[in-house]
């Protein structure tokens, strides 16, 4: 049923999830498509029907028992099967990545990361080891690594692209503000700030003029 | 016409924007809607129909001259009407966004950065001045700031929101891992990590089936 799923129905599973989290550790036990819908400012009908992909756990004036749901949509996304990545450029962005601990719960997990400054090469970031660029590589091969997450500046990203994908990564997850050419079996992800920027400057003068 | 642009549309037009602006550095004067689509993996219609909304200079055969279409869009997106926004939260990712220095093309002017750290208030970063969080609603009352972006810890998400409301912004950035609540008239737009990841893991688990 995964091949039929849209990217945007998609892309709200994760949004549930994490409400799903929050009221779980509120001590919610059962919660309805419509709560959810209103929570979130979404149609229930659209809801429902997102949820249905991942579960077929809702029971009519019940609704979702809070944890099987969570776990339903948990092995959905296949945040259990946890896969290994890289992050090259260990500037603040790359940091922020580096330090954010709530990737393991979506079944990624950043092994280390890579810099061209000599000053940091060798040292620890948040408890992950930090190497120099040149050994990208070698490191990906030997690691078996999945993702490899692009943070550099935007010059520098096609290069460090490119020996990603020599090392055999599956995936780039892209926030350099730059284009990428892969081989055609290499799946890209643009992170792209801009994008929520103007979806943001939109709905403000939409709001303004009203 | 802002209006019945859907968000799908307004998401791609910084995209093609900034494809555009790296043409246009390449030396390109003129650009298809063809190879506009080629270069980013979409269909030429939808690209066709998309540029649409935002500029008629597109001519049969010739396509669009790259710095006529670049202007077009900059206006539609309304990035030459400049924003006042402040960060809260100068941990990695707060600074990875004040020393971002692309914003500014997208009508973007990052103001300040709030926190709580004695040792940061008063100093600047990345050029910008840190100042201490308790005077969050009297400086974006002061400097008519309409953009509040959060980089705070989820648990302090919410108590940042309101102080930005009470502050006067009219729109959210928020890049804590949480959902928030707002008055009506507020413009939320929440910038999950995790959206992505999981558009990213499904494309690699349905690559690793075939």
Redesign the interface.
Known sequence: M??Q?S??T??????Y???LQ?KEREGVEYISATTIAN??DLNHVQVRKDLSCASSAGRPKVGYETKVLISDLQNF???N?T?NAVIIGA???G??LL??G??TS???NIVAAFDTNPEICGTLIKNKPIYNAEKIEELVKEQNI??GIITTPAQFAQATCDRLVKGGV??I?NFA???LTVPK?I?V????????????????????KE
Chains 1, 2 share one sequence.
């Open positions: 995964n091949k799923i990217k945007r998609l892309s709200r599973l994760p949004v999830l994490s409400l929050e929570l979130l996304l296949d945040y099967n896969k500037g603040d962005l940091k922020a330090g954010y709530g990737f979506y079944g990624l999945d993702i599956k995936a997850w503000p730059t284009s079996h799946i992800q643009n992170e792209n700030m801009a994008t929520s920027l103007a979806v943001l400057s939109n709905k403000l003068n939409e709001s303004l």
